[in-house]
């Protein structure tokens, strides 16, 4: 199994003036310490379940750039982007851009946004869910024509495009891969199984009904299930001193048996930095046996 880490908050007693040092420090020991994925939210507010809204949240993508000049082996993705956050055509420019200037490192992690309060607050237009999630289709096949060699026009129900180049293309080859967040069902996971490399799910009482319904999304959809990437939300706490590292180690056995072969989440203290060197001493090595 492999492991990755997302950074879901930026708000610190020291404040913002060191934000930059200290997210490099993060990044620094995530790169060195084994994991495969380095992770940020793709928010403009902060989200309920983690602070208030008025906690410290950066742009995505511009701090991934970030993390890209302070690692040389992650891959860099948000988990996830907000299909309406930014234009297709842009979104496919910037993930191709990060792949370029990361050395081939960038992934899309997308979904079909669900955080009303701050498109409300700033201004994004925040479309019914049954438009959302065929804007998020759409922006599916504009990024991997974009990723093509066909420079033809593209038509779609929401978005047109006239001529979808893309210079310089990812050095990804055939394309940066997809990941599609969330565990919707009937359109979610059959995304996935039409267009993804990897899916997100969360780790609950159903996960392993989840990917019974993607499976079965996949003989519909002629995919081969295996060749998909199982992805967990997995929120890492080892504790003050590595006391639960036992406790994680069968947590992550127990998502291993389901089929799931990356966990990927949050670190308590993260920017203790401590945390990362016990996961990176204790768990990544345990977990690459699973």
């Not at 996949?218 to 504790?239: L, M, N, P, S, W």
Request: aromatic share 8%; with cysteine; glycine share 10%.
């Amino acid at each position: 199994m492999r492991l990755g880490v997302q950074i879901p908050d930026f708000t610190r007693p020291a404040g913002p003036a060191d934000l930059g040092r200290a997210l490099a420090e993060v990044a620094g020991e995530v790169d060195g310490a084994g994991f495969d994925y380095l992770a940020v939210m793709d928010h403009f507010f902060q989200i309920q379940h983690v602070g208030p809204a008025e906690h410290d949240m950066l742009e995505a993508y511009t701090t991934l750039g970030f993390l890209a000049a302070h690692t040389s082996r992650v891959t860099l993705l948000t988990l996830v982007t907000g299909t309406i956050y930014r234009e297709p055509g842009i979104l496919a420019k910037i993930i191709s851009t990060l792949d370029v200037l990361s050395g081939g490192r960038a992934m899309l992690g997308i979904g079909a946004a669900w955080n009303e309060e701050e498109s409300v607050g700033l201004g994004i237009p925040f479309p019914p869910v049954a438009e959302r999630f065929e804007r998020l289709e759409e922006a599916l096949q504009i990024c991997l024509r974009m990723w093509s060699d066909d420079e033809s026009p593209w038509t779609g129900k929401h978005y047109q495009l006239a001529r979808p180049l893309n210079v310089p293309a990812p050095l990804t080859r055939p394309h940066p891969p997809i990941m599609i967040g969330g565990s919707g069902e009937k359109k979610t996971l059959r995304l996935v199984a039409r267009y993804g490399q990897a899916c997100n799910l969360f780790n609950g009482p159903d996960l392993k009904h989840k990917l019974d319904v993607l499976r079965q999304h996949c003989d519909t959809e002629g995919r081969d299930y295996d060749e998909i990437t199982k992805t967990c939300y997995y929120a890492f706490d080892v504790g003050r001193s590595g006391e639960n590292v036992g406790r994680i180690l069968d947590d992550l056995g127990a998502l291993s048996e389901l089929g799931i072969s990356v966990a990927l989440g949050g670190v308590a203290n993260v920017w203790d930095v401590e945390p990362l060197r016990i996961l990176g001493e204790r768990v990544v090595p345990a977990a690459a046996d699973l």
